[in-house]
């Protein structure tokens, strides 16, 4: 069976610094691909980063990386720099990576982040 | 770039009625469209998933006969809520991916029922 997991519901920063979020998944497949998604406000849901489980390398765009250690089945997000505009709701997604555009998103519970000036 | 559009962003319906709600996806071919309904409390719910060249899936707690989805070509998915009351009120988000494994997400629809 397949899970995600985001423990924490909320973490408030200050704006310009730098806030990490934890995400922990589960699955059978050797194969997968796990994402982060921002929702805003307005429910809009936006595609941040993705990790594609054969990859050594933590993938990075913008000022968005992720921390993905494959052996404590890890994926977090770090966002640097922070501005008022990243608070938000952050999901962690899993997908399974077999049969290819078979499987969908397993989604985490997000965690709610607040920048203040 | 992968762009995907949903509408109506809200709807209000009479207990009872239905109402469909439709998602585009612009910039690429969606080969797989999700459906989703996200709770107050922010959990998401997936409802069915539409691949090209086979038959929907629907999870658990959801039907065809209640949520019947048409995912007719690589651009466009439709979902209706048939007979909606208090307990189908959230937000409906479709997703969709064109083989990429990333999927991206309409705005939502956003059902009252009254």
């Known amino acids: 069976a397949q899970k995600v997991t985001q423990t924490q519901t909320s973490i408030s920063v200050m704006e310009k610094t730098t806030v990490t979020m934890d995400c922990v998944y589960e699955?059978?497949?050797?194969?997968?691909?796990l994402f982060w998604y921002k929702q805003t406000a307005s429910g809009e849901i936006v595609f941040l980063i993705r990790q594609d489980s054969y990859k050594k390398e933590n993938a990075t765009v913008g000022h968005y990386s992720l921390n993905f250690q494959k052996p404590k089945s890890s994926i977090g997000l770090i966002i640097t720099a922070t501005q008022i505009e990243d608070s938000a709701v952050y999901f962690c997604?899993?997908?399974?990576?077999?049969?290819?555009?078979?499987?969908?998103?397993?989604f985490g519970t997000g965690t709610t982040v607040s920048v203040s000036p | 770039g992968a762009l995907v559009y949903q509408y109506p962003r809200r709807t209000i319906c009479k207990s009872g009625t239905s109402m469909r709600m439709e998602c585009q996806a612009v910039g690429f071919q969606a080969t797989s469209v999700a459906w989703y309904r996200q709770s107050p409390q922010k959990t998401f719910e997936l409802i069915a998933l539409?691949?090209?060249?086979?038959?929907?899936?629907?999870e658990q707690n959801f039907t065809q006969e209640k949520f019947p989805i048409s995912h007719p070509n690589l651009s466009f998915s439709s979902m209706t809520v048939l007979n909606a009351y208090l307990e189908d009120r959230g937000l409906y988000l479709c997703?969709?991916?064109?083989?990429?494994?990333?999927?991206?997400f309409g705005a939502g629809t956003r059902l009252s029922v009254l």
């Open positions: 997604a899993m997908r399974e990576g077999r049969p290819q555009g078979g499987r969908a998103l397993i």
């Open positions: 699955t059978q497949d050797s194969s997968y691909f």
């Open positions: 997703g969709a991916t064109g083989g990429q494994n990333t999927l991206y």
């Open positions: 539409s691949t090209v060249n086979s038959a929907i899936k629907y």
